[in-house]
């Protein structure tokens, strides 16, 4: 559990944590303490953010969250998504890496991403059997010490996200100079977008809390946030009504792709 020490702060007072038996982390500046319940730092600004209805709902169907990956239409659509990933990050060295927003740990672990954070309990319960090394926490504070990460991924993310530009604050806080940001996402402007937003409209438990973006309103975030965007990659060409097939990425943007990837560098 050394890790957790030499990564992780007091998100109260931003002190440096020492282990308690290891069953707890002590803040040495202001004795703020996190509980570790199987192995895992329980560092939620506020216990009440997990019946938050975007957090509860993840908590609730966990289950059927999980099995979309393995199932025959979600596999295929996974595979697409991971594969234009590791494209966009050709010819850049990410070692220390941390997926914000990790779920269930399925991108982290086909990504080969160390580190992860989620509010929602049950799906990091799998995302540490997967072997990620995973904390109880939100994108909008952080327990992450600063300049730690050689990137930072928002895989679907973004769309759940309360307060979007506190988290890219954070995110830009724990990358190290030149770290990437990548962001992938559903494009609102996409037939995909179009898809998923009638979705919303329609009460669908995981989207009814989703808001999502266009790729030009997303790149204005991170240019109003000092990252100098770096790649764009697409994919998901086919209509979401069609059988999804296997596809190659392409770099730069296609607009009728449903699943963008930004990738943005820390100036």
Sequence with gaps: MSWMTKLLRCIRCHGDLTLRDNKSLICLNCNQEYKIVNDIPVMLPSRELESAEEVRIFNELVERYDKWFFSEKGAVLFRNEVKAIKYALEGINVRKSVEIGVGTGMFAKALNIEYGID??????????????????????????????????????????????????????????????????????????????????????PFYKVAKFYSVEE????????????????????????QTPTYEEPVNGLVPQAGFKIIVARKT
């Excluded at 509010?119 to 994108?139: E, N």
């Excluded at 600063?146 to 890219?168: H, M, Y």
């Excluded at 962001?183 to 998923?196: E, L, Q």
């Excluded at 997303?218 to 009504?241: A, Q």
């Design 119 to 204: 509010p929602a309990w049950k799906p990091l319960l799998l995302a540490r059997q997967r072997g990620i090394k995973v904390v109880q926490g939100v994108a909008e504070n952080l327990p992450f010490k600063s300049t730690l990460f050689d990137a930072a991924f928002l895989i679907v993310t973004i769309c759940f996200l309360r307060e979007p530009l506190k988290a890219l604050l954070e995110i830009r806080r724990i990358l190290k100079r030149g770290g990437y940001l990548i962001i992938g996402f559903i494009d609102r402007n996409s037939p995909w977008g179009r898809f998923y937003l009638r979705k919303k409209e329609r009460k669908h």
């Design 218 to 241: 997303i790149e204005e975030i991170l240019k109003d946030l000092d990252f100098r965007i770096h790649k764009l990659v697409s994919t998901l060409f086919r209509s979401p009504l």
